[in-house]
């Protein structure tokens, strides 16, 4: 049985698209894309349909990330077939939690940066970024290219570490 993975950020147009083109990618490199299926979503419909932001795309190119999407809104329903909702950043977080239909739905959500190593889930960096307890991932979209950047590096740190818990779950359900 596949496992579902789906990234969710405000708009599905700059994070959740990067961490999902990332994920992919690990979950190729694993050798487990029969396993693993792996989607985005944003917590709102303003740019369904649209293409990810431009930025986005230019700086998953450079490092050798697949770009092609098209945006879309989570819908509860998607709850019943998913595995795990992964969350940018705390807002997103809270927001999926009251949407999910059930207390174990609301289990299934959890924050990227959650599975980052702790010395770079509390970098120095995230918290003067405004990134609260550390693990949000910050919305790039108002700033610059580097902001993009550095929202790379960190869905990169921390897809290694939602790879291994995935890669449990899946030796979990085998034995």
């Known amino acids: 049985m596949t496992y579902r993975v789906c990234f969710v950020c405000t708009g599905n ?78 807002g997103h977080l809270k927001a999926l939690r009251r949407l999910a239909p059930t207390e174990a739905d609301a289990r299934k959500v959890r924050l990227l940066r959650s599975y980052a190593p702790r010395s770079s889930a509390s970098a120095p960096h995230a918290a003067s970024e405004g990134a609260g307890d550390g693990l949000d991932v910050p919305d790039p979209y108002y700033g610059g290219r580097d902001g993009f950047e550095e929202c790379l590096e960190m869905v990169e740190v921390a897809s290694t570490g939602l790879l291994a818990a995935v890669r449990e779950e899946l030796e979990g359900r085998a034995a």
Request: glycine share 8%; with cysteine.
């Open 13 to 90: 147009i700059c994070r959740s698209p990067m961490a999902e083109s990332v994920f992919r990618a690990r979950v190729a490199e694993a050798g487990l894309e029969d396993l693993v299926a792996v989607d985005s979503a944003g917590t709102g419909g303003w740019h369904e349909g649209e293409p990810a932001d431009p930025r986005t795309v230019s700086v998953l190119e450079e490092h050798g990330y697949d770009s092609e999407h098209v945006a879309r809104q989570f819908q509860s329903s998607w709850f019943a077939r998913l595995d795990l909702v992964i969350a940018l950043d705390a």
